[in-house]
Every structure is written in C-alpha cells, then in structure tokens.
C-alpha cells in the first residue's frame, strides 16, 4: 500500500515536470540554425504557460544552455518579448551561459545590450556570464569592459565577478591586470576563493612569472 502510494504521488510531480520541460522539446527539435518564425510556432503551444509562470521559460532557457544552442536562446528572448512574456534577469543570464558555452562571445554582449534595453534592473548574474562568454573567447579587453560597467550600473562585483575577470585575463595572457585584480579583491572586501587563486597563479605561470 506505501509503494503504491508513493507511486500515486510521484505521477504528479512527473507531470508537472514534463509540462515544464515541454517547451524545451519543443526548442530541441529545431536547428541551431532558426528564424523567430520557426521559434513562434514552437511555443505557441506554451507561450500562455510562460505567461502565467516566467519560470517555465528559465527550464527552457537553462536546458539549451546545456545543449549550446545560444542562436535558439536569443531567438527565444526576442519571441518572449514579441509574444509580452516576462523576459527577465534569469532569462538573460541563461541566454548568456548558452552562449558562453559555444564560446559565442559576440552573442552574448548582443544578450546583455538587449538586458540593458529592455530597462530591466540588472543584477550581477548576467555580468559574471558575459564576463565568463568573453574569457573562454580570450577576449579579456571586452571582459575587463564588462566587469568595469558593473560600478556604474550600481552593482557590487562578488568573489564570481571577479574571478571570471581574472580568468579571462589569465586566457589573454595578462598576467599584470590578473594580479592587480586579485589584489584589490580585499578593498572590495572579498574573500579570493581557490578558483579566483588558481586563475591568478596559472596567469603569472604563462606570463612567466613563477
């Protein structure tokens, strides 16, 4: 009678969880390369859905993350909006990692100027994954542009912020701005953590400076 029971309670959640992860499957089943109008018609079937629960298009978003499919990711952020679905920080930042992952670097500043534009308030998350896109990219001058807008944008860069920062100086061989990055981390009162220390050390060894 338990295990009968417990069957009967977990039929639920398996619903649920596949009523959130239906737009997802919907995504999956087309190219990386798509157009706004094959992405419409994928989510007409959930768009309502989205409406009610913006988090719903946060699976979405995190799974195509998951399967680098970042042109699917933006052309889900531009329908979102068309369709007056809720876009909002977590659905960037995921459109962000999406692009991270495919070292779409361009992609992703094109993620967080839409951020931007839509004048939603900006938190650090989507910050760290540009910064993060651009480091895999060795494009530590855009990183390093990114991670100094922060203050400007009223964001306090956390222990995340900052180890993406020095990282992407590490890729780019920039072993100076790494370590001045590490050092002033104690005035921003943070704590390096050991990916932060790691980064730094492995920037000074291809600078040279054991």
């Known amino acids: 009678a338990v295990g009968g029971r417990a069957v009967l309670d977990a039929a639920p959640q398996r619903a649920r969880k596949a009523i959130k992860e239906r ?3 919907l995504l999956l089943e087309l190219g990386e390369v798509t157009t706004l109008a094959d992405v419409r018609d994928a989510l007409d079937a959930v ?3 989205w409406r009610r629960d913006p988090r719903m298009a946060t699976v ?3 799974g ?3 399967e680098r499919r ?3 990711a933006m052309q889900v952020l531009a329908c979102m909006r068309e369709r007056q679905v809720e876009v909002n920080s ?3 930042s995921a459109a962000i990692s999406a692009c991270e992952k495919a070292c779409a670097w361009e992609l992703a500043l094109v993620a967080l100027d839409r951020l931007f534009g839509l004048r939603i308030a900006p938190d650090e998350c989507p910050c ?3 910064i993060s896109a651009c480091a895999s990219a060795a494009q530590w001058q855009r990183a390093l542009a990114i991670f100094g807008e922060m203050s400007s944008l009223r964001l306090e860069p956390s222990d995340m912020s900052c180890g993406a920062a020095v990282g992407a100086c590490k890729e780019g061989r920039q072993w100076q701005r790494a370590l001045a990055l590490f050092t002033t981390m104690p005035l921003l009162r943070l704590a390096p953590n050991v990916v932060t220390c790691n980064a730094a050390m492995s920037a000074c060894e291809k600078g040279a400076q054991w």
């Open 23 to 25: 737009g997802l499957d």
């Open 128 to 130: 760290n994954a540009a």
């Open 60 to 62: 979405a978003l995190s």
């Open 64 to 66: 195509l993350a998951r």
């Open 90 to 92: 977590f659905h960037c």
């Open 70 to 72: 970042p042109g699917v």
């Open 47 to 49: 768009k309502n859905r």
